[in-house]
Structure formats: C-alpha cells, structure tokens
C-alpha cells in the first residue's frame, strides 16, 4: 500500500514539476499570463540579456506565450495610387519588423496574423500619402546623384532629347520617409518597423501609353532633324554641282567661240587668198558661194518669186540651152 501511494506521489510531483518547466529558446521571448492576464517581466526580450534556458512557472494557474524574437518580413499587396502628375502606378512595398515589447504586443494584437494586417494598413496608407505628394519621376529613380544612360542618337541629334527632368529626392529617401510616417504607429503596438522599401512599381497602361508616345515624339524629332539636315547638305551639293556645271559649260562655249572664232578667221584668209589670187578664182568662189545659197534657200517645194536684175537670179540667166540629151552648164 505505501508502495502504492509513494508512485502516486511521485507521479503528481512529476506532472507538477513537468507543468512548471519550461525552456525559453534563443529565438523567442517568453511572457506569463495568469487566468489570461500578463504576469511579471517578459523572458528574454532584452537583447543585452541572454535569459534563453530553463525556466518556472505556477503549474496550471499560470499559462507560457511565446513570441517570435527575430526580425520578420512583411510583404505587401500592391495598391494603386496616384502620383502628384496625376499619373497612375501600382505600388508593391515589403519591410522587415521586429517585436521589442511583448506585452504590449499581446495587448494591442494578440498574434502576428493581426500584426502584419496592421501593417497593411499603416504602410499601404503612409505609401499613398508619400507617392501622392511627388512626380513619378521620384519613384523610378534610385539616386539623384546618379546620371541615366541616354541613347546616341539622342544626343547626336539633340542634346536635350531623352533628358530626364532632376530629381530632388530619389525612391530611397521616399522609403525612408515612408519609414518615417509609419514608425510611430507600429511602436504602439511594441513593434519596432526596421525597415521599407519599394519591391515593385508597375505603370499603368495609360501610364505605358504616355512613355511609349513620349519615345516616339522624341525618335519623330531625331528623324526630322536628320531630314532637315540631309536636306541641307543635298541643298549644298546641288548647288554646287549646278555651280560646277555652269563653269563647266561656260568655258567649253568660250573654248568653242575661241575654235570657231579662229576657224573662221582661217577660212576667211583662205578664202580672201584664194579670191585675191586670180579674177578667174574669184569668179568661181562667187559661183559656189551662189549655188551653197540655193542649197540653204531652195529646195524641192519652194516657191520664189524672183526679179529679172536680182543678183540670186544671175545665174539662172547665164545658162545655156542645150538640146535634149546633153547636159546645160552655168556659165559665171
């Protein structure tokens, strides 16, 4: 029977002292609550304090909660807001938190599903009232300081195309501020919020459909600018090859009229020679002088009416009525 009652003992010492144990793990912190309200200091909620091991409680009175002690992410959805150029983007933010007051913790939330809901709220609110007070131009540039890559042909055609407008802040310091706006709301829950930043910023299609008309407005100048500028130099060199021409031609009739000029003067001594060498040579060079201005005046359908003492009609005069078969002669 003692033997009996020595087990039951030792059993109900056993299920008390297995009740009141517990290990607190490097990972958490621990608090006690007592019929569902908070008892005494958390566990191992300072970092400057390594209580991680074993610990006790009152066995079945008192109840153990455990928080996670490490740093956690929260990931937002993304929210469509506008910015202050009243272009529309949807915004995807995450951030990463940490619990450093348990109890108040436990009392404002209960568990990390109400936390990151919270967060949802606080953050997704804060973002819109950030992107709302600056130019998109803000959000899709990381730091003021740093110089985008520009096209080539941009710049070759106009050193203002494909120039972004500056920047004053940059989506670091917009993060920073929306890090700022939300602190103060997660400490209210013994949150501390680490950090924010942007995971994500898709352009809406109205949004795409302004860049893309912007690009092509912008590759419409560097086309017109070439246009103008080959049209320039074609003006250039049609000029100059009409300039050219001109000087070309202008010298060959000058060379021609010089040739012409000194071949004339060459027949006209020979011819002068030749008249001035006998009357019998002069009588001939008169005679085929007369026959070259036929040629040029009369032809097979031309009618002229001629008088008797006309010089052209000399000739015609002087000839001699041959019998038929026998060829006539002009006799000068």
Same mark, same amino acid.
Not at 207 to 233: D, N
Not at 241 to 247: G, P, Q, R
Not at 272 to 287: Q, T, V
């Given at each position: 029977m003692k033997s009996v009652l020595v087990i039951v003992v030792g059993l109900f010492a056993l299920i008390i002292v297995s009740n009141g144990l517990y290990v607190v793990d490097q990972t958490e912190q621990v608090f006690i609550t007592q019929f569902g309200k908070p008892v005494g200091q958390p566990i191992n909620s300072d970092p400057a304090k390594n209580e991680a091991g074993l610990h006790f409680k009152v066995p079945f009175v008192q109840t153990v909660n455990r928080i996670e002690k490490r740093t956690l992410q929260w990931d937002g959805p993304g929210i469509e807001m506008q910015t202050r150029d009243k272009l529309y983007v949807t915004v995807d933010t995450f951030a990463r938190w940490r619990i450093t007051d348990p109890l108040q913790y436990y009392k404002s939330l209960r568990n990390e599903r109400s936390a990151l809901s919270r967060l949802n709220d606080a953050i997704g609110s804060d973002t819109q009232k950030v992107v709302a007070r600056h130019d998109l131009i803000e959000l899709i540039r990381n730091d003021k300081e740093r110089e985008p890559e520009r096209d080539e042909a941009l710049v070759a055609a106009d050193a203002s195309l494909g120039k972004l407008p500056p920047i004053r802040l940059g989506r670091n310091a917009l993060a920073h501020q929306i890090l700022q706006l939300s602190k103060p709301k997660a400490a209210e829950w013994g949150i501390e919020l680490i950090d924010v930043r942007f995971k994500r910023i898709h352009y809406k299609q109205?949004?795409?459909?302004?860049?893309?008309?912007?690009?092509?407005?912008?590759?419409?100048?560097?086309?017109?600018?070439?246009?103008? #500028?080959?049209?320039?130099?074609?003006a250039k060199?049609?000029?100059?090859? #009409?300039?050219?021409?001109?000087?070309? #031609?202008?010298?060959?009739?000058?060379?021609?009229?010089?040739?012409?000029?000194?071949?004339?003067?060459?027949?006209?001594?020979?011819?002068?020679?030749?008249?001035?060498?006998?009357?019998?040579?002069?009588?001939?060079?008169?005679?085929?002088?007369?026959?070259?201005t036929y040629k040029k005046t009369l032809s097979t359908d031309t009618t002229a009416v001629l008088t008797s003492d006309s010089d052209l009609f000399r000739l015609f005069k002087s000839i001699d009525a041959k019998p038929a078969g026998e060829s006539g002669a002009l006799d000068p």
């Open positions: 109205v949004v795409v459909e302004k860049i893309y008309a912007r690009m092509i407005s912008e590759r419409m100048q560097i086309a017109e600018r070439f246009r103008s #500028e080959g049209a320039g130099e074609a060199i049609i000029g100059r090859k #009409e300039k050219d021409l001109l000087e070309i #031609e202008s010298g060959a009739y000058r060379t021609e009229q010089e040739i012409m000029g000194k071949a004339d003067a060459e027949a006209t001594a020979i011819y002068s020679a030749a008249y001035n060498s006998s009357p019998e040579a002069a009588d001939f060079y008169l005679f085929t002088r007369t026959l070259d």
